[in-house]
């Protein structure tokens, strides 16, 4: 990681940002450092490493045992795969896949006769995700380098879509969308864990690189999100689940709270209320012609 907590003009949502992302990632997988909304320094995860934090953001203690160790990686903000009600046969695509562990207990659901793609752009983590599926024996999943708004996933293929705490970190927001409503079958649906804004955020915190890489930063207000989704073409859009993001990570490691309140002079509960995680679910329309509400 630059030594630099700025996200200059220069560095503004971009490739350069995309890269710090890339990078801390890297690290991640590699055990330098620790999960999501970490700053600079590998502690316990704030988001989920630890199977009680887990739990809490809505993953159930028994199918956490049924991952391999290590496919738990503590990137996400909910647990988005219980809501997708999968289907014996169908196929699911993980954007962000990390560790794997989204796409192992997608796998499940799905059956033998069902197919799992994760895409994620961290060699790194790609690695640890296959070495996972292969301790896991899971033959039903594979995973492949790419970005997110240039999926490597055949259009209309694919009958849901999930992500965990990850568009939230790429700049070009819309792209995505546009990427998941092309590979989508017709009537396909979604069901994603990110983090959206209720407020501006002080432009301290706006410009903080680590803000940016650990969750906070890159978030698009609400109605910006959404009605971008929208604008791809997907509709039926329902928040399933709606927590205080800054808030509950303050709670639970206030090291890094204070870390942030320390490089810009805003504490946590001065954005109180304005970070929010969310899980939501969507679909793409039966018919070409329909318009999503």
Known sequence: ??????????????EAVVEQVK????????????????????VTS??????SVSVTLGYESGELQTVPDGADLGLGCGAPVRHLELGSGETV???????????????????????VIGVDMTPQLLERARANAGK??????EFRE??????????????AVTSNCVINLVPDKAAVFREIARVLKPGGRMVISDVVLDG????????????????VAGAEPREAYFGLLR??????????????????????????????????????AEVAGKVRSVTYRARKPPTAGRSPS
């Open 200 to 215: 501006r955020l002080p432009a301290a915190v706006e410009k903080d690189l680590l803000a940016y890489v650990g969750c």
């Open 93 to 115: 695509l993980d954007l962000g896949s990390g560790g794997g562990l989204d796409a192992f207990l997608a796998a499940k659901a799905v059956g033998p006769s069902g197919r």
């Open 1 to 14: 990681m630059t030594s630099s907590a700025a996200v200059g003009s220069e560095r503004a949502p971009g």
């Open 146 to 159: 790419g970005r997110l708004e240039r999926l490597p996933v055949e259009d209309a293929s694919v009958d």
């Open 46 to 51: 704030c988001c989920g490493a630890a199977q």
């Open 136 to 141: 896991g024996g899971y033959a039903n999943v």
């Open 231 to 268: 604008a791809a073409g997907l509709g039926e859009i329902e928040v399933l689940r709606d927590v205080d993001s800054l808030m509950t990570w303050a709670e639970m490691a206030p090291a890094e709270a204070q870390a942030l309140a320390d490089r810009t002079g805003v504490s946590p």
């Open 23 to 42: 990078e801390k990632y890297a690290e991640i997988a590699e055990g330098k450092r620790g999960g999501c909304c970490e700053s600079e320094f590998p």
